[in-house]
């Protein structure tokens, strides 16, 4: 059941209930009301009739006295009565006049029409002298009457009375104007028999039988009409009662207009109270209604749906709540499927790049071979020969292979960096003279260098490596001119800027950014541009290795790179490498060594691959040294435990069966420690013993017969490294 069903069927609920309770109360209250007032004007029609009853007898008494004192100036005649009694101005308001004698024999009797039975009044007079009575009432046969009793006497004489007078008024006069409605009516009894009542034989009786001793009786039903009856006893002896009954149909009648005056009133509450209450919850749960189809919405996967915000009650709290909620979710989605995305391109990047390392490897080895080769023809060939230029060209595209395959292993991080820690904006000032001949004449280029500015662990090589695969690619962006920019700053990554650029860590960074004015790049582009081989030139222009070349050296830097680019507004490259603590090393002036030994020392050659082998042992003899070499580390053990003459130089590769190249290195320092070591190695696994590798020189594969003889006389000559490899 929906809220606002439940309100408004609570609200009708306790609107119903409340209006009944008060209709019930207040229609009790009235019932009891309407009760009292009949109760009451009974009473007061009772007391009337009293007053009245007794103004009569004082009347009548003073009548009655009148005529004694004339029927004893008549000695007792009887035509005292009959001439009064015929005389309008002194009987009109009596009904009945007796004068008896003294033994209470009625002489005369006047009586207005129906007349009064002589032998029914000689009835009563007998009685009311017997109980020595001045007032009584008399019944005639069909006529009550109040009478008031007179003796007379002779004279002074007051012991022996002449007669008696009775002076006599029917009730019906007194009773007049004290009934005016049907809803109620007098009643008068003697002698167990109601006199002159309108009610029916079985009414009668049946109200003969309900009053009780007790002044009031309620509820009494008569003639299909419910009644109250006040009954008072007007002789002594209680041989003559009044009742008044009162109707309770005007009441009742009162009540059930009042019933459904209360029932309207109350049905009219109760619509009211519903239409009110129906306001109030549609008010109220308007709000609601829209905050439950929203999170309805948002279940179905719809986070867009319109809320009402801005309500300043609990339900707009909750709203903006809810809102805020459905904004983060959304984020975090987002966010999620970015890092999910980031991570797909990472392994696919990775996968890429095993495989690129992979390829990479043996084709050092071969290109080393025809590389070496190729040199060993230059040098041996004379100047004149017709093969020379076989000779160089074999040498330079071996070159180019060998570039191609630095690139590849720059990509999958294989490659050996020297890094040393460094001022960026010397290195790049440096490079600028270089980066300016790559830069067209319609493109300005600016340098804007940040200071001060940390210093950065890199290879100062791969950097210029970034800066200028950044730059050319920039230039190719702007075919028709515009603005390069390259630019350095400290930068300091919150922990928030780093979680929504993860796996960007927080810290310290120096950012080095390059930016253009160029033709920018779509989301498409931008998602695949650090892979290998992805290029949008025209065949032949790119190979779509620059990028990759440059995400992989600033991946195996420690760094991130981010860029921001869209359609038409140019792009701009940001490169984020670790800051360190550290001042920047000495550069080296040391002077390029001589390419032959004089002193003739001993390097022992250890490698896997015979061609490599032999020709680096015939690079190494050729330039003046003694040369022993080994197919492997344990070969290299032996044979250098059996040299009777000290090693000074080892000349390894760092793959290798059986024990790996720096495993080897580490036991023939422990047996030499003047010890120097040259890895020769085309790339260096993910992994591998960094530790080992410092504290020794590193000579790239493919090798020349140049760089391999220069490395040497720098393993010999250098006090330590210039710069640790890292992988
Ligand atoms: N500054 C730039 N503005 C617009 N697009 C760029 C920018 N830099 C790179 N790109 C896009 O990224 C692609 C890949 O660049 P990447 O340097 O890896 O390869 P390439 O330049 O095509 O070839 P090369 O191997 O010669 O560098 C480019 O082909 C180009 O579409
Ligand atoms: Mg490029």
């Known amino acids: 059941m929906r809220l606002r069903t439940k309100f408004l069927l609570s609200l009708v609920v306790v609107t119903a209930s409340l209006t009944c309770a008060t209709l019930l109360v207040v229609r009790q ?3 009891l009301h309407a009760v009292q007032e009949v109760r009451s004007d009974a009473l007061n029609t009772l007391h009337t009739f009293r007053v009245i009853q007794h103004e009569h007898q004082i009347a009548l008494a003073r009548r009655a006295d009148l005529l004694a004192t004339l029927a004893m100036m008549r000695s007792g005649d009887a035509s005292t009565v009959n001439e009064t009694g015929e005389d309008p101005w002194q009987s009109d308001e009596f009904d009945l006049m007796v004068l008896a004698d003294s033994n209470g024999q009625i002489v005369a009797l006047h009586s207005t029409i129906p007349a009064f039975p002589r032998a029914a009044a000689q009835y009563s007079l007998r009685r009311s002298l017997s109980q020595k009575a001045t007032s009584g009432w008399w019944y005639s046969g069909s006529r009550l009457y ?3 009793l007179q003796p007379f006497y002779e004279g002074d004489d007051q012991s022996h009375p002449l007669g008696t007078v009775v002076v006599g008024r029917g009730v019906e006069s007194a009773v007049q104007g004290l009934a005016p409605s049907h809803s109620s009516r007098v009643l008068f009894r003697y002698d167990q028999k109601f006199l002159a009542s309108s009610l029916s034989p079985s009414g009668e009786q049946s109200l003969a039988r309900q009053i009780g001793k007790e002044l009031f009786t309620e509820k009494i039903k008569l003639d299909d009409d419910v009644f109250l009856a006040a009954s008072d006893k007007l002789s002594s002896d209680g041989s003559v009662s009044i009742t008044v009954l009162k109707s309770y149909t005007e009441s009742s009648r009162y009540l059930r207009n009042l019933n459904w005056l209360l029932g309207g009133l109350g049905l009219l509450a109760v619509i009211g109270g519903g239409l009110l209450g129906f306001i109030v919850s549609d008010r109220f749960t308007r709000p609601l209604d829209s905050l439950v189809e929203g999170v309805r919405a948002f279940e179905r996967g719809d986070s867009s749906y319109p809320l009402t915000l801005g309500a300043p009650d609990e339900v707009g709290l909750v709203t903006e709540a809810f809102d805020r909620m459905r904004r983060t979710l959304d984020k975090n989605a987002e966010q999620k499927q ?12 990775e996968a890429l790049g095993r495989l690129a390392g992979g390829v990479a490897h043996d084709f050092n080895n071969v290109l080393t071979v025809i590389k070496g080769h190729s040199d060993i023809l ?12 076989s000779a160089s060209q074999i040498e330079k595209a071996a070159s180019r292979a060998a570039a191609l395959t630095r690139q590849l292993l720059a990509f999958c991080r294989m490659q050996v960096l020297q ?14 003279s270089l980066l300016k001949k790559l830069v067209r004449e319609d493109i300005s280029f600016t340098f804007q260098p940040g200071s001060p500015l940390s210093t950065v662990r890199v290879d100062p090589n791969q950097i210029e490596q970034i800066l200028m695969n950044l730059t050319v690619n920039a230039c190719d962006a702007m075919p028709k001119g515009g603005q390069l920019t390259v630019s350095t700053r400290n930068v300091t990554v919150e922990e928030k800027f780093a979680r929504a650029r993860s796996p960007m860590k927080p810290g310290e960074y120096v950012l080095l950014s390059v930016s253009d004015t160029g033709h920018g790049m779509d989301g498409n582009t931008k998602a695949r541009i650090f892979e290998p081989f992805f290029t949008t030139k025209e065949q032949g222009r790119g190979t779509g290795l620059g990028l990759a070349t440059v995400y ?7 760094g991130c790179i981010w860029v921001e680019s869209q359609p038409g507004k140019g792009s701009c490259f940001e490169v984020y490498l670790p800051a360190v603590n550290s001042p920047a090393d000495q550069q080296s002036t040391e002077k390029s060594p001589e390419s032959r030994s004089e002193n003739a020392e001993v390097v022992l050659i250890v490698e896997d691959e015979d061609e490599v082998r032999a020709l680096a042992s015939e690079f190494v003899s050729s330039a003046g040294y003694r040369v022993l070499t080994a197919r492997d580390g344990k070969e290299a053990l032996e044979v250098a435990g059996k040299s009777k003459e000290p090693i000074d130089v080892l000349l390894t590769d760092v ?3 059986n024990i790996r190249g720096p495993e080897m290195a580490k036991r023939l320092k422990g047996l030499l420690p003047e010890l120097r070591v040259i890895y020769i190695s085309g790339y260096v696994e993910h992994g591998a013993e960094n530790e080992e590798l410092a504290d020794a020189f590193f000579l790239q594969k493919p090798f020349s017969r140049a760089s391999l003889v220069e490395k040497v006389h720098e393993a010999l000559h250098s006090p330590r490294p210039l710069a640790t490899p890292i992988i």
């Open 29 to 31: 209250t009235a019932g």
């Open 146 to 148: 109040q009478v008031a």
């Open 338 to 349: 970015e890092l999910e995305n980031q991570l797909r391109q990472a392994h696919k990047m």
């Open 378 to 389: 230059m040098d041996r060939l004379p100047e004149s020969a017709s093969l020379r230029a």
């Open 419 to 432: 890094p040393k820690v460094l001022d960026l904006n010397s290195l790049i000032t440096d490079a600028c």
């Open 552 to 558: 992989g050296i600033v991946k195996q830097s420690g």
């Open 655 to 657: 793959v290798m069966p």
